[in-house]
T-cell receptor, first 110, second 114 residues
Framework: DQQVKQNSPSLSVQEGRISILNCDYT??????FLWYKKYPAEGPTFLIS?????DKNEDGRFTVFLNKSAKHLSLHIVPSQPGDSAVYFCGSSNTGKLIFGQGTTLQVKP | DAGITQSPRHKVTETGTPVTLRCHQTENHRYMYWYRQDPGHGLRLIHY???????DKGEVSDGYSVSRSKTEDFLLTLESATSSQTSVYFC?????????????FGSGTRLTVV
């Protein structure tokens, strides 16, 4: 039973436009949510996090939104850049260990 | 990231042999994790550790064991390797502020079981 789901395996956007990556979870006890970016042949790198007591967190071009009632979070990247092309993983936790989704491959076209 | 290293980076082994992957950190972080990455499954947690000799199972722990005798080292052992364990394995470390700063992942070990 997958507790964290990223239902879109891939997303393609034009440079300068907004990228929206989505993530759904089933465990209402999750209290922290994190996004990671991964380039080929490298380890994932941390992007941004949000706790369950908030509904929005921003860091530069990256904003994460949390909708607890819908058990849904999203990552917005504005404006998208070709260097943002990577696999994005969302992770959720309630006991200090992160459970990740399947990942979404983002392609930003010049 | 210089604070975490995985060894080996690549390994090919035969079915039925034991294999040990090593994760070494220089950050003195309390938390350490082993994940595997497979197409269509994303990152799945194998085992994790909250401190020396304090380990627990993750989502996909069958066929794997771990040991943490020192803060800096977290070993993952495949007791008898199978082809289904062909994967890329990532170690991660986390401080007490992991919820704000996330885990730091190593560069990965690509394991092929033939």
């Amino acid at each position: 039973d997958q507790q964290v789901k990223q239902n879109s395996p891939s997303l393609s956007v034009q440079e300068g436009r907004i990228s929206i990556l989505n993530c759904d979870y089933t465990n209402s006890m999750f209290d922290y949510f994190l996004w990671y970016k991964k380039y080929p042949a490298e380890g994932p790198t941390f992007l941004i996090s949000i706790s369950s007591i908030k509904d929005k967190n921003e860091d530069g071009r990256f904003t994460v939104f949390l909708n607890k009632s819908a058990k849904h979070l999203s990552l917005h990247i504005v404006p998208s850049q070709p260097g943002d092309s990577a696999v994005y993983f969302c992770g959720s936790s309630n006991t200090g260990k992160l459970i990740f989704g399947q990942g979404t491959t983002l392609q930003v076209k010049p | 990231d210089a604070g975490i290293t995985q060894s080996p980076r690549h390994k090919v082994t035969e079915t039925g042999t034991p294999v040990t992957l090593r994760c070494h950190q220089t950050e003195n972080h309390r938390y350490m994790y082993w994940y595997r990455q497979d197409p269509g499954h994303g990152l799945r947690l194998i085992h994790y550790s909250y401190g020396v000799k304090d380990t627990d199972k993750g989502e996909v722990s069958d066929g794997y064991s771990v040991s943490r005798s020192k803060t800096e080292d977290f070993l993952l052992t495949l007791e008898s390797a199978t082809s289904s364990q062909t994967s890329v394995y990532f170690c991660a470390i986390g401080s007490d502020f992991w919820d704000r700063y996330g885990y730091t992942f190593g560069s990965g070990t690509r394991l092929t079981v033939v």
